[in-house]
């Protein structure tokens, strides 16, 4: 599915024929307006963008094009949230926990830092995923942890804790009802009497915008040339639209009476009712040309203009 990039014809000089070797020069893409998901990769759930160059040769040579190369696309827009610290403490145990993110971005890092005034036995930190998404009439949710740290025969006093969040983490989405991505962290805490564990706590991770790295100079693979084109996914499923029958609302629609005998004609007899039936209606045919004779002695429509 093409989402964005000009689709007119290109002038002939616009960079000019390129000599035979190696280049390598910048070029711009325009981004989508729209809102559109993050990059991600699930095993159930994918969202992948790719860019695709194509090129002609000169002297009216086969056209060709590169393979679809995945980009990371992050929309350019943020969350706009931020977090303080994050302070809980528990007085049975004597514990206090302190959760600060300084650089709460994909590769950045959480400190914790725990004030404990006896041992501590096990100290876990978890830090959640959350996907809800919604495919026409399916819905998929998954809670995945993806950030799992554990410490256990903690003395008593301060500790500090550093702990890394995955690199390739996609932003909080929910700016669509389709796809929501949100994250959680808990602390839980044991000790030889007490067990103390943190609410659930929500933690935005932002979209970020760095420069490019720099280019990659491997070589890429030509493909038969194909025009651009939009494509409808695969799992949007497209409904046939059947025109409707003109409807003139000046006419009004026939009207239908039924042409029976009067009730004392077949009021005597079954027998005589069938043989009244029978030449009332032979009459009425005869009488009403030119219409044809319905083979059959029952009584008929007849349709009043």
Not at 74 to 83: A, K, Q, Y
Not at 168 to 177: A, D, G, R, V, W
Not at 183 to 200: G, M
């Amino acid at each position: 599915m093409t989402l964005w990039g000009s689709r007119e014809a290109l002038p002939e000089d616009q960079w000019g024929q390129l000599p035979a070797g190696s280049h390598i020069f910048p070029f711009t893409v325009q981004l989508p307006d729209k809102n559109l998901p993050a990059s991600f990769d699930h095993p159930w759930l994918k969202n992948q963008y790719t860019l695709t160059a194509y090129y002609r040769r000169p002297n009216g040579l086969s056209k060709w094009q590169s393979k679809a190369k995945p980009i990371h696309f992050m929309p350019l827009s943020t969350t706009g949230v931020e977090h303080g610290p994050i302070q809980e403490s528990c007085a049975k145990m004597g514990t206090a926990l302190l959760l600060s993110h300084p650089d709460l971005t994909p590769g950045g890092r959480v400190h914790v830092q725990l004030t404990a005034a006896a041992a501590i036995d096990r100290c876990q930190f978890a830090l959640t995923r959350h996907i809800r998404a919604k495919i026409n009439d399916t819905t998929y949710q998954e809670d995945e942890t993806i950030c799992h740290y554990e410490r256990k025969s903690i003395p008593k006093g301060e500790l500090s804790l550093i702990l890394p969040i995955p690199k390739i983490t996609p932003p909080t989405t929910e700016s669509s009802s389709a796809l929501k991505i949100t994250y959680s962290v808990q602390v839980s805490i044991w000790n030889e009497r007490f067990f103390f564990k943190t609410e659930s706590h929500n933690f935005d991770f932002p979209i970020v915008i760095r420069t490019l790295p720099s280019c990659d100079n491997s070589t890429c693979e030509g493909l038969d040339w194909c025009e651009p084109s939009v494509d409808r996914p695969t799992f949007l499923t497209e409904i046939p639209m059947q025109p409707l029958p003109l409807y003139d609302a000046d006419s009004c629609p026939p009207q239908y009476t039924l042409d029976l005998p009067a009730y004392e004609q077949v009021a005597s007899s079954p027998r005589d009712s069938v043989e009244a039936l029978s030449i009332h209606s032979n009459s009425s045919i005869d009488d009403q040309q030119p219409h044809q004779q319905h083979p059959f002695p029952y009584p008929r429509f007849s349709r009043r203009q």
